[in-house]
């Protein structure tokens, strides 16, 4: 069965950290770009992050440079995105998906989403 699986969500408090896993079965990660998008309650799906197939270059969008870090374990046929300070803006569901490449810090021609996993920041 091909599926992406994200999992590490969870209620933290301001300036807390989480790291949410992505993991794949049925297809191997490293052959796709893997990008990290959220949804916040009223908002449109966005791009957070990216990571290439080729180089395993990563990009992020600039409201999380510095705080998040996504990561690549082949072995584990994971993919990881440690998040650092959070704030109450980062609360979302986020979402893990298996696309063909990146652009800046996201990715296109996504072939698989994983159900997303909620994350929220509050006191």
């Known amino acids: 069965q091909v599926q992406l699986v994200e999992s590490g969500g969870g209620l933290v408090q301001p300036g807390g950290s989480l790291r949410l896993s992505c993991a794949a079965s049925g297809f191997t990660l490293d052959d796709y770009a893997i990008g990290w998008f959220r949804q916040a309650p009223g908002k449109e799906r966005e791009g957070v992050s990216c990571i290439s197939s080729r180089d395993g270059s990563t990009y992020y969008t600039y409201f999380v440079k510095g705080r998040f870090t996504i990561s690549r374990d082949n072995a584990k046929n994971t993919v990881y995105l440690q998040m650092n300070s959070l704030q109450p803006e980062d609360t979302a569901v986020y979402y893990c998906?298996?696309?063909?490449?990146?652009?800046?810090?996201?990715?296109?021609?996504?072939?698989?989403w994983g159900q997303g996993t909620q994350v929220t920041v509050s006191s």
């Open positions: 998906a298996a696309g063909g490449y990146c652009s800046a810090y996201v990715s296109y021609d996504n072939n698989y």
